[in-house]
């Protein structure tokens, strides 16, 4: 009986390895799913990156002005960094590829660095920390960076890739 439990126990190391390797997507269906995420994550960045820039083009040219401005503009920036939240928890969610976890973890956390940048740059122009402004910005440019780097090294085409 015993003999016969070890048998069961050695099959049973044997079937789920295997059973867990072929649930594990090939790199290229990863590829795929992740850049259809990115793909509906970045029209949507578009758009909030289109009502910065408008923003942004008719700064104000009074005192008055700046702080309802610099409030608007902080909330598209808020709105943004929620929608890239969801996209990251949904391509986090994503079953890497066998043997990339580390990777993709990498590649995610990147992108999670420029979020937490892009928060911050937020909060900074809504509190008018505008002496902080710029280092926030540049913290979030070399996140980008980083993060386009390691997207487009490991293969995605739309993930790591310009919004607009």
């Known amino acids: 009986m015993r ?3 070890l048998a069961f126990v050695a099959i049973g190391m044997l079937v789920v390895p295997g059973a867990a390797l072929a649930s594990a997507p ?3 269906q990863y590829i795929s799913k992740g850049d259809a995420l990115c793909k509906r994550g970045n029209a949507k960045a578009s758009g909030y990156e289109s009502q910065a820039q408008k923003l942004i083009a008719h700064q ?3 005192t008055a002005e700046l702080k309802p401005w610099a409030t608007k503009l902080s909330k598209v920036i808020e709105e943004d960094v929620r929608m ?3 996209g990251l928890q949904s391509l986090r969610a994503l079953t890497a590829p066998a043997g990339d976890h580390l990777t993709v973890t990498h590649i995610w956390n ?3 660095s420029e979020v937490t940048d892009l928060q ?3 909060t900074q122009l809504e509190d ?3 002496s902080s402004l710029k280092a926030s910005d540049q913290r979030a440019d070399n996140a980008k960076t980083k993060y386009d780097g390691l997207a487009q090294r490991f293969g995605f085409k739309v993930c790591g890739q310009p919004t607009n």
């Open 3 to 5: 003999r016969r439990y």
């Open 26 to 28: 090939t790199k290229q």
């Open 60 to 62: 104000p040219s009074t």
């Open 84 to 86: 890239r939240r969801t």
């Open 110 to 112: 990147a992108f999670a």
């Open 120 to 122: 911050t740059f937020a």
């Open 128 to 130: 008018f920390k505008f």
